[in-house]
Nanobody
Framework: QVQLVESGGGLVQAGGSLRLSCAAS????????MGWYRQAPGKQRELVAV???????NYPDSMKGRFTISRDNAKNTVYLQMNSLKPEDTAVHYC?????????????????WGQGTQVTVSS
């Protein structure tokens, strides 16, 4: 089994910063892409940022400039640095990872999600 555990969420004033972490643990051979998504009340889940194992990053245009994704492959951990936060950033933030496990002697790919961490930005 694989677990993704997010941390670092909380309440912050507008203009403040937060750093989210997501650590993967369990039966892991390797991890390909890792990413952060968020879901605000009444809205669909949306991509915030994604990073490949090699460190290439991608952000939707709406997320560029204030957010930075990074990862530590040795720790199976991905981070999201969020600066200049706005009330509209309030959402549950989820970690996602493409996990590679060995099943019956062969590599198998699994998509995994964390349980989410709440980010609340007050005005």
């Amino acid at each position: 089994q694989v677990q993704l555990v997010e941390s670092g969420g909380g309440l912050v004033q507008a203009g403040g910063s937060l750093r989210l972490s997501c650590a993967a643990s369990g039966s892991i051979f390797s991890i390909n892409a890792m990413g952060w998504y968020r879901q605000a009340p009444g809205k669909q889940r949306e991509l915030v940022a994604v990073i490949t194992r090699g460190g290439s990053t991608n952000y939707p245009d709406s997320m560029k400039g204030r957010f930075t994704i990074s990862r530590d492959n040795a720790k199976n951990t991905v981070y999201l640095q969020m600066n200049s936060l706005k009330p509209e950033d309030t959402a549950v933030h989820y970690c996602n990872a493409e996990i590679i496990r060995v099943v019956a002697g062969q590599p198998a790919h699994f998509g995994s999600w964390g349980q989410g961490t709440q980010v609340t930005v007050s005005s």
